[in-house]
C-alpha cells in the first residue's frame, strides 16, 4: 500500500509539474505521421484556419531523433490581443501542435496554452483571446489524437 502512495504521489507531482509549464500533451492512438495527417486534415475540414507550415523535424535533424512533426497554423484574429501589448509574443504565434514520439513508442500530441501565453509575455487584457487559443489546440489536438 505504502508503494501504491508513493508512486501516486510521484505521478502527480509530475503532472502537476507539466501543467505550469503551459504545456498540454495528449495521447494518440495514431503513430506520428497518421496523427499529423489527421491533424492538418482537421484544420483543414474547419475551413477557418490557414496552415502556415508542416515540419518534420525528425528530417531537419537528418533523422537523429524520434519521429517528431510540427504544424503551425492560425487565422490571424488572435495576433492583435497578444501583439498590440508584447510584440515578443509572436516568438509563439501563431498556433504551433507538435505531435512527438517518446522513447517507448508512445506517440503525444502538445500544444501550449493561451493562458501560459498570457503569464511568459506578461499580456494584459487578453484574456478572451487566450481561451479562444487554448480552446483552438485542444480541439486540433483531440481531433488528431482520438
Known amino acids: 500500500m505504502r508503494r501504491l502512495l508513493v508512486i501516486f504521489a510521484l505521478l502527480f507531482s509530475a503532472s502537476c509539474a507539466l501543467a505550469d509549464t503551459g504545456l498540454v500533451s495528449l495521447q494518440s492512438k495514431y503513430p506520428v ?41 492560425g487565422d490571424g484574429s488572435l495576433l492583435p490581443a497578444f501583439l498590440a501589448s508584447a510584440p515578443q509574443s509572436g516568438i509563439d504565434l501563431p498556433l504551433k501542435i507538435v505531435v512527438w514520439e517518446d522513447a517507448s513508442g508512445t506517440v503525444w500530441v502538445s500544444y501550449n496554452t493561451g493562458e501560459y501565453l498570457l503569464e511568459r509575455h506578461g499580456v494584459k487584457n487578453a484574456h478572451e483571446a487566450a481561451r479562444r487559443y487554448t480552446l483552438a489546440g485542444e480541439r486540433f489536438a483531440k481531433m488528431a489524437a482520438e
Not at 495527417?37 to 477557418?48: F, I, P, T
Not at 508542416?54 to 535533424?61: G, M, N, T
Open 33 to 73: 505521421n497518421a496523427t499529423m495527417d489527421r491533424l492538418e486534415a482537421a484544420v483543414k475540414a474547419s475551413g477557418g484556419p490557414r496552415i502556415f507550415a508542416r515540419i518534420d523535424l525528425q528530417e531537419a535533424a537528418l533523422g537523429k531523433t524520434r519521429p517528431c512533426q510540427l504544424l503551425i497554423f
